[in-house]
Structure formats: structure tokens, C-alpha cells
């Protein structure tokens, strides 16, 4: 099980992890690649993952035009923070509306790396200290 709990980037409302489908096993559940955490909020299309960040998912209306089959589109949110020890993308800890602030945190287990981020700023990635160091 997951211990952190990251914030929807567009309501500030906690995010639940997504059911696991019937084809993966329940050693899934601990896999930090495998998980996705997904909005509570009904037609939010906000899911995050530490390998993958934050993202959406749609249904691909075009292939579906094209082929007669079904596909979703994943398409990344244009800003990402990243760990600069585990280069795994930080999740939304905290918002503060009053400074507008996004405060960042690495998802891996004892990790302190965090990073706090002016809210509705461009398009970026954002790469904690450490990024370019080698191990």
C-alpha cells in the first residue's frame, strides 16, 4: 500500500488509488511503477503515478472513428517535479491559496526531498536538488 497521499493539481482534493483490475495480482499494490492514484471527483481525469507523474486519461475518439475499437490517450500534464535522488515525479503534499503555492514531495518511502512551486505557472519541469549529481 502506498504512503503518501497526493492532491488532485486541479480541485487541491485528495486522490484514492485505482482499483486493481482482475488480471494483476495483489503483489501490485506495492509496485511504485504499477500504481495509479486517480481525482474523487466526478469527470476529473487527473490520475498520478510516481514513475509517470501526473496525467490524464480520455478516451481516444479518433481511433475509435478510425478502427471501430476503443483506446485511451495519456497525455502528461505540462508541469512535473521531479526527484533529484529517485527521479521519480514528486506528488502534489500541499496547496496554499492565500500565497499560491504548490508544496511537492518525493513519493519514495523516507525520502525529505520536497520543492514548492509558484501555482499556474508555464508549462515546466521542475528538477530537485540532486538531478544532476552522480551517484
Known amino acids: 500500500m502506498i504512503s503518501f497521499q497526493?492532491?488532485?493539481?486541479?480541485?487541491?482534493?485528495a486522490m484514492?488509488?485505482?482499483?486493481?483490475?482482475?488480471?494483476?495480482?495483489?503483489?501490485a499494490e506495492d509496485a511504485a511503477e504499477i500504481h495509479d492514484c486517480e481525482c474523487i471527483v466526478d469527470g476529473c481525469s487527473q490520475h498520478y503515478s510516481p514513475g509517470?507523474?501526473?496525467f490524464t486519461v480520455a478516451r481516444n475518439d479518433d481511433h475509435w472513428v478510425a478502427t471501430?475499437?476503443?483506446?485511451?490517450?495519456i497525455k502528461r500534464n505540462p508541469v512535473q517535479v521531479i526527484c533529484g535522488e529517485?527521479?521519480?515525479?514528486?506528488?502534489?503534499e500541499s496547496f496554499d491559496?492565500?500565497?499560491?503555492?504548490?508544496?511537492y514531495r518525493c513519493p519514495e518511502e523516507g525520502c525529505q526531498h520536497?520543492?514548492?512551486?509558484?501555482?499556474g505557472g508555464p508549462p515546466a519541469y521542475w528538477l530537485s536538488e540532486g538531478y544532476f549529481e552522480r551517484p
Open 16 to 27: 484514492v488509488i485505482c482499483p486493481l483490475t482482475p488480471d494483476q495480482s495483489s503483489a
Open 52 to 54: 509517470y507523474g501526473y
Open 6 to 13: 497526493p492532491l488532485c493539481p486541479k480541485h487541491s482534493e
Open 97 to 103: 491559496a492565500e500565497k499560491q503555492v504548490e508544496s
Open 86 to 92: 529517485h527521479k521519480q515525479s514528486m506528488f502534489l
Open 114 to 119: 520536497t520543492m514548492s512551486i509558484s501555482a
Open 68 to 73: 471501430g475499437s476503443s483506446s485511451l490517450r
